[in-house]
Antibody, heavy 120, light 106 residues
């Protein structure tokens, strides 16, 4: 059974940093691209980033480019999102999701999400 | 930047057909996926590659994609189908979601 379990969400002050983790199980992690998707309270889904399976190519939404970094440790089956220079509008539930295909398919499995709140 | 446009809401009576559109420039040249999200839950994929259903998704969910519009159709809508629905596609190396459509079963 495919499982994705996010952790690391917290309350952080504007300008601060936070690292999210997504522990994957039930599939060959290294062969799948992974994405982060976020959802602000009461709002829709927003794609954040994608990372390829083996060579760790990454792409980011313009809203987070230069502030967020996505990386993965295939030996630990874990995906990460390093968030720096956090702003109030980064407040959201952050989901990790497995991509069916590199830059083409949809997201077939999602984690339960972890809440990031940016506030003073 | 690329945008996908969905109607904010769709209402349907039980047993009737709900159609949710998703519009984007030359969307038919891309693969569209659809997700269902119920309150307090994570999204669930209901359609991928325009018209394919993941395992476990009821046959009443179907999809199409041509020209500038992708459509999710729910045939014989049930009360359990009341949820938010999002379309999604890739524009080059950027993932894009539609704004979401709230489906209300009257």
């Amino acid at each position: 059974e495919v499982q994705l379990l996010e952790s690391g969400g917290d309350l952080v002050q504007p300008g601060g940093s936070l690292r999210l983790s997504c522990a994957a199980s039930g599939f060959t992690f290294s062969t799948h691209a992974m994405s982060w998707v976020r959802q602000a309270p009461g709002k829709g889904l927003e794609w954040v980033s994608v990372i390829s399976g083996s060579d760790a190519r990454t792409y980011y939404a313009d809203s987070v480019k230069g502030r967020f970094t996505t990386y993965r440790d295939n030996s630990k089956n874990t995906l990460y999102l390093q968030m720096n220079s956090l702003r109030a509008d980064d407040t959201a539930v952050y989901y990790c999701a497995r991509a069916q295909q590199w830059l083409s398919g949809g997201f077939d499995y999602w984690g339960q999400g972890t809440l990031v709140t940016v506030s003073s | 930047s690329y945008e996908l446009t969905q109607p904010p809401s769709v209402s349907v009576y039980p047993g009737q057909t709900a159609r949710i559109t998703c519009s984007g420039d030359k969307l038919g040249d891309k693969y569209a996926s659809w997700y269902q999200q119920k309150p307090g839950q994570s999204p669930v994929m209901v359609i991928y590659q325009d018209n394919k259903r993941p395992s476990g998704i009821p046959e009443r969910f179907s999809g199409s994609n041509s020209g500038n519009t992708a459509t999710l159709t729910i045939s014989g809508t049930q009360a359990m189908d009341e949820a938010d629905y999002y379309c999604q596609a890739w524009d080059s190396s950027t993932g894009v979601f539609g704004g979401g459509t709230k489906v209300t079963v009257l």
